[in-house]
């Protein structure tokens, strides 16, 4: 019996003092650890994808006259605000976001647009 109560009081010592921890995203990683995809009822379709290693991050827009607008660079993000250095306009877009689980609010000139989470495809 004493064995057993020994342990039981090790496994759960090396749980509370190993990997047993809550992990706390901030507004930075949700926004840039997803690929963000929004679709308007007129017909407007944008996606926003990151790559972290690189730094790179993309911003499509296509509207409904076929009209495409691509943003893509080396990207900064802070707890309010996601600044894209575009590569080939050399122009810095500075976006204000909220984060909302698996939605964003992503705003610019005060133009609001709403990105859901994109489905991962099997």
């Known amino acids: 019996m004493k064995n057993t109560s020994f342990i039981l009081l090790i496994i759960t010592c090396s749980c509370l003092i190993s990997g047993c921890r ?5 507004p930075a990683d949700e926004l840039t650890g997803k690929t963000w995809e929004s679709k ?9 994808s990151f ?3 690189l730094n790179k991050a ?3 827009i296509k509207n409904t006259d ?7 660079g080396n990207f900064a993000v802070d707890s309010k ?4 250095i575009s590569d080939n306009m050399y122009k810095t877009y500075c976006f204000d976001y909220k984060v909302y689980a698996n ?3 992503l705003s610019y000139n005060g133009t609001n647009l709403t990105f859901y989470c994109k489905e991962k495809e099997p």
């Open 40 to 48: 308007t009822l007129n017909g407007t379709f944008a996606e926003l």
């Open 81 to 84: 605000s996601l600044y894209i």
């Open 58 to 60: 993309d911003l499509y």
């Open 66 to 72: 076929n009209e495409v607008l691509n943003i893509s």
């Open 103 to 105: 939605r964003v609010e």
């Open 51 to 53: 790559d972290v290693e």
């Open 22 to 26: 809550q992990v706390n995203l901030t």
